[in-house]
């Protein structure tokens, strides 16, 4: 059995609750296409900050993989 944090967190942006700003913001980004390489996330103890890491993470890892090819990587590094 999941503990309960498990069970209930949300797994897309879409289902987030009660954090409409931070919510946009990330949407905004994702749309945009472009990802900065530090999120500073911050607030007080069970305001969701995990989740919107996780969501960010698997969401943005997407876009990422997308805008930089494995063939390019070379040319920024």
């Given at each position: 059995?999941?503990?309960?944090?498990?069970q209930y967190r949300p797994k897309?942006?879409?289902?987030?609750?009660?954090?409409d700003e931070a919510?946009?913001?990330?949407?905004?980004?994702?749309?945009?296409?472009?990802?900065?390489?530090?999120?500073?996330i911050t607030g007080k103890s069970g305001?969701?900050?995990?989740?919107l890491a996780r969501i960010m993470s698997d969401q943005f890892r997407n876009v990422t993989l997308v805008a930089f090819p494995r063939d390019r990587w070379a040319s920024y590094v």
């Open positions: 059995m999941l503990p309960l944090f498990e897309r942006i879409e289902d987030v609750v009660g954090q919510v946009k913001t990330l949407q905004f980004i994702a749309k945009r296409g472009f990802v900065g390489r530090v999120f500073w305001t969701g900050k995990t989740t």
